[in-house]
């Protein structure tokens, strides 16, 4: 069964400097992997996603993220980190099996600080 | 483009009560939407799908009976939580795919928070 894992539940950075979000998956075949943004009291909102192609994406407010094969992860980065960028980050894989089904992380809350 | 709307986004109900949440795709027609449930701190759990005339497809564990989805039209889907009851208190989130557009990509409305008492 494929799977999305985020090791961290809680990341602190202080504004300004880079920001890693950790995401590592399990699928069966090439996966499709997302990254979604949550703020307080609010639905998701895509950040990006990796379909094929380069292996850095980019995505919408700065964020990129680096899909490596051989460790099988999908860390989101971004270079600059702003206090704006707090809030609960969800990784996510497309079902192999059922091509409209997402499964997502436990989420991990990041907290960038003035 | 391409957004969600949700309504209410809070509601408090007594226990016994049922309670109705409407999902819109306000610009765009959606073939498919989803329906989600959020515990605190806690991923998305997904609940069922809702094709626009059919039958939901729910999860496994999820009751269709206390669970009702009513996906009439294309811009529209309804969740009812039926006899309400303090363990369904939970931040319910909907998603749509857009018609003609990559399968994969939902778009998330804002969420409702169900408080029940």
């Known amino acids: 069964a494929q799977s999305v894992a985020q090791p961290e539940d809680q990341v602190n950075v202080a504004e300004g400097n880079p920001l890693t979000v950790k995401c590592t998956y399990s699928v069966s075949g090439n996966p499709y992997l997302f990254w979604y943004v949550q703020y307080p009291n609010r639905g998701l909102q895509f950040l990006l996603k990796y379909i094929t192609g380069d292996n850095l994406v980019k995505g919408s407010y700065g964020f990129e993220a680096e899909f490596n094969k051989s460790q099988t992860s999908f860390h989101l980065k971004k270079p600059s980190a702003l206090v704006s960028d707090s809030a609960l980050y969800f990784c996510a894989v497309r079902d192999v099996e059922r091509t409209d089904k997402l499964i997502f992380g436990t989420g991990t809350r990041l907290q960038v600080f003035p | 483009g391409a957004v969600v709307s949700q309504h209410p986004s809070w509601v408090i109900c007594k226990s016994g009560t049922s309670v109705k949440i409407e999902c819109r795709s306000l610009d765009f027609q959606a073939t498919t939407m989803f329906w989600y449930r959020q515990f605190p701190k806690q991923s998305l759990m997904l609940m069922a799908t809702s094709n626009e005339g059919s039958k939901a497809t729910y999860e496994q564990g999820v009751e269709k009976d206390k669970f009702l989805i009513n996906h009439a039209s294309l811009t529209l889907s309804t969740l009812t939580v039926t006899s309400a009851h303090p363990e369904d208190s939970s931040f319910y989130i909907c998603?749509?795919?857009?018609?003609?557009?990559?399968?994969?990509?939902?778009?998330f409305g804002p969420g409702t928070r169900l408080l029940v008492l």
């Open positions: 998603s749509a795919i857009r018609l003609l557009s990559p399968q994969e990509t939902q778009y």
